[in-house]
Nanobody
Framework: QVQLVESGGGLVQAGGSLRLSCAAS????????MAWFRQAPGKEREFVAR???????YYEDSVKGRFTISRDNAKNTVYLQMNSLKPEDTAVYYC?????????????????WGQGTQVTVSS
């Protein structure tokens, strides 16, 4: 069982930056693939980025070059550094985890979820 707690959301102006954190409790964090998803008002939850246990990363096209996902296995924490934020990045951001070194971008493939953290980007 893995429990995830996100933090770091907030209100920022367009062009600004935020860093989200996701603290995990439970066993074998380093063996989990970690991901960030987001859900904007009135829209379905969508994939943002993932990082495998070997630190291999993958990003949704709209965030490539602006967002960076990373992990610190010693701290059981995954991060999402978000730069050059746009109003369309406004959403609730969720951290997710699944055991194994996998290449999943669909939410149903992830077994553990955090409660979400709100990111609002003003124009």
């Amino acid at each position: 069982q893995v429990q995830l707690v996100e933090s770091g959301g907030g209100l920022v102006q367009a062009g600004g930056s935020l860093r989200l954190s996701c603290a995990a409790s439970g066993r074998a964090f380093s063996k989990h693939t970690m991901a960030w998803f987001r859900q904007a008002p009135g829209k379905e939850r969508e994939f943002v980025a993932r990082i495998r246990s070997g630190a291999i990363t993958y990003y949704e096209d709209s965030v490539k070059g602006r967002f960076t996902i990373s992990r610190d296995n010693a701290k059981n924490t995954v991060y999402l550094q978000m730069n050059s934020l746009k109003p369309e990045d406004t959403a609730v951001y969720y951290c997710a985890a699944v055991y194994g070194n996998v290449q999943y971008e669909v939410e149903r493939s992830y077994d553990y979820w955090g409660q979400g953290t709100q990111v609002t980007v003003s124009s």
